[in-house]
């Protein structure tokens, strides 16, 4: 085991870094991202800011990391079946998470933002699990047969902000909740829209 890997293990490390995180997080579900600051955190944690450095470069650093321990799992794929269905059930997995986890709501608002950490491997981390979050599932229904032959060419994420946008547009609004009539009219004119789309390019 090298020294690095050991320190990774280190059961004080490891405890310096749960309490570190466990602040953080208490802090950003009372107030939001800019609550989440080094000293903020090193005060409400009582971990010294020198233990704070040897985990988190700077605040940038902690916030993702904190962000990306509440993220929850992926949403998984539906099962085989019509592509209109298919869609319907991705979008109603995503209002539910959307609904049940404001945090995903401003964590896409500050990483839409920018960062001047913006390629730190802390924010290539966030980005990841974010992209196994939203994408993923999508790819796996929209890269079958079904769905080229139905939807033709088409931009992936083009298809997400069509799709997803319209749940956090709602969202972001304070407007109702969406419901699953919602999500599937969402569904049936984004589908319409490709038809004609297809229709045109043929002709």
């Not at 959307?98 to 981390?125: H, N, V, Y």
């Amino acid at each position: 085991m090298s020294a690095l890997d050991a320190e990774e293990v280190d059961p004080r490390r490891v405890r310096s870094r749960a309490r570190l995180l466990d602040a953080a997080t208490a802090l950003l579900r009372d107030g939001g991202l800019e609550a989440v600051t080094i000293d903020g955190v090193t005060k409400l944690s009582g971990v010294a800011r020198t233990t704070l450095y040897r985990h988190f470069d700077n605040a940038i650093q902690l916030r993702a990391a904190t962000i990306e321990r509440l993220l929850p799992s992926a949403i998984p794929t539906p099962p085989d079946g019509p592509l209109r269905d298919r869609l319907v059930t991705l979008l109603e997995h995503q209002a539910d998470a959307i609904r049940e986890t404001p945090l995903q709501l401003s964590t896409l608002a500050w990483l839409a933002t920018g960062s001047d950490q913006a390629d730190s491997p802390a924010i290539t981390s966030l980005r990841g699990r974010l992209i196994d979050q939203y994408r993923a599932p999508f790819d796996q229904v929209l890269e079958t047969p079904e769905a080229r032959a139905q939807l033709g060419e088409f931009d992936t994420y083009f298809v997400l902000s069509q799709l997803i946008g319209p749940l956090v547009f709602a969202k972001l609004l304070g407007l109702r909740e969406s419901t699953p009539a919602d999500c599937a009219r969402i569904v049936d004119d984004f589908l319409a829209a490709r038809a004609i789309d297809t229709a045109d390019d043929s002709g």
